[in-house]
Nanobody, 126 residues
Framework: QVQVEESGGGLVQAGDSVMLSCVVSGRRTFDKYAMGWFRQVPGKDREERECVATINYSGDTTYYTDSVKGRITISRDNAKNTVYLQMSNLKPEDTAVYYC???????????????WGRGTQVTVSS
């Protein structure tokens, strides 16, 4: 059984930094899967989650949505079955529940992700 667990969220002030982590257990071939970080705000459903960043299986190809470029870095440690999202210069509009997803193809749409965590809340106060 695959489990995906995000951590690292919390209440921060605008301009602060935060590191989110996502640990995947139950997948022996973690290093064959792409990973993505998505965020969801109230009133939006799962299919409307915004893709923040993705990273391919080896970690050498990444994608960032325009609104976070230059402020967010996605990385992974395949030895630890973990993917990270380093966020800096946070803005109130970054407030959301952040979800980690596992995908065999790693695109920026939710429908290609086969496993999801329960999310971690990031709240940015102004």
């Amino acid at each position: 059984q695959v489990q995906v667990e995000e951590s690292g969220g919390g209440l921060v002030q605008a301009g602060d930094s935060v590191m989110l982590s996502c640990v995947v257990s139950g997948r022996r071939t973690f290093d064959k899967y792409a990973m993505g970080w998505f965020r969801q705000v109230p009133g939006k459903d799962r299919e409307e989650r915004e893709c923040v960043a993705t990273i391919n299986y080896s970690g050498d190809t990444t994608y960032y949505t325009d609104s976070v470029k230059g402020r967010i870095t996605i990385s992974r440690d395949n030895a630890k079955n973990t993917v990270y999202l380093q966020m800096s210069n946070l803005k109130p509009e970054d407030t959301a529940v952040y979800y980690c997803g596992v995908s065999p193809v790693g695109r920026n749409t939710t429908n290609v992700y086969v496993d999801w965590g329960r999310g971690t809340q990031v709240t940015v106060s102004s």
